[in-house]
T-cell receptor
Framework: DAKTTQPPSMDCAEGRAANLPCNHSTISGNEYVYWYRQIHSQGPQYIIHGLKNNETNEMASLIITEDRKSSTLILPHATLRDTAVYYCIVRPTLNAGNNRKLIWGLGTSLAVNP | DSGVTQTPKHLITATGQRVTLRCSPRSGDLSVYWYQQSLDQGLQFLIQYYNGEERAKGNILERFSAQQFPDLHSELNLSSLELGDSALYFC??????????????FGPGTRLTVL
């Protein structure tokens, strides 16, 4: 499974966009990029995932570079409740076999400031 | 609320003891995953069950075991507990492996403290 690299911490002003980067230079063609967040020891919360194309949902946007070696999670209007640790994970598609485990790094601790 | 439930919320026990953590997946989900998160650490995958059968194993100690029952709830058994086993234990569930995506939804966790 490919590994990811994220900055350990970031700050963002409330109401501004938060752009969280992730490097996954060893990602292979059959691996998705997943983003989760964890608010203060609660269970991780799914945010978004993508394979090649950019994705958007009600929570965030995911921008994946053309070579797929990095991605950026965008929270368009960060609020204080978005303060959390954000994890970027890569994992194989279902067709890649039965390995569905996720390898988690330490993530990025995002602090949204008033 | 993810729809995944875990009990108990908190557990305090002594070294050498055995405990059982319980997880009920979201309605319709067939896969259950167990993770351990020690203080200020990332999540460590322990084990996955799908429809009652073990499907993947991670960094699970021999002192730990799990099972998934016919009603799809799962239990994680931790025995001969050591101080280092103190951690948050999360359960996650996902839909059938035949779905085009396999997003995992996490429960609120069980905080285990070994004294």
């Amino acid at each position: 499974d490919a590994k990811t690299t994220q900055p350990p911490s970031m700050d963002c002003a409330e109401g501004r966009a938060a752009n969280l980067p992730c490097n996954h230079s060893t990602i292979s063609g059959n691996e998705y990029v997943y983003w989760y967040r964890q608010i203060h020891s609660q269970g991780p919360q799914y945010i978004i995932h993508g394979l090649k194309n950019n994705e958007t949902n009600e929570m965030a946007s995911l921008i994946i570079t053309e070579d797929r070696k990095s991605s950026t999670l965008i929270l368009p209007h960060a609020t204080l409740r978005d303060t959390a640790v954000y994890y970027c994970i890569v994992r194989p598609t279902l067709n890649a076999g039965n390995n569905r485990k996720l390898i988690w790094g330490l993530g990025t601790s995002l602090a949204v400031n008033p | 609320d993810s729809g995944v439930t875990q009990t108990p919320k908190h557990l305090i026990t002594a070294t050498g003891q055995r405990v059982t953590l319980r997880c009920s997946p979201r309605s319709g989900d067939l896969s259950v995953y167990w993770y351990q998160q020690s203080l200020d650490q990332g999540l460590q995958f322990l084990i996955q069950y799908y429809n009652g059968e073990e499907r993947a194993k991670g960094n699970i100690l021999e002192r730990f075991s799990a099972q998934q029952f016919p009603d799809l709830h799962s239990e994680l058994n931790l025995s001969s507990l050591e101080l280092g086993d103190s951690a948050l234990y999360f359960c996650a569930s996902s839909v059938s492996q035949r779905a085009s995506t396999d997003t995992q939804y996490f429960g609120p966790g069980t905080r285990l403290t070994v004294l």
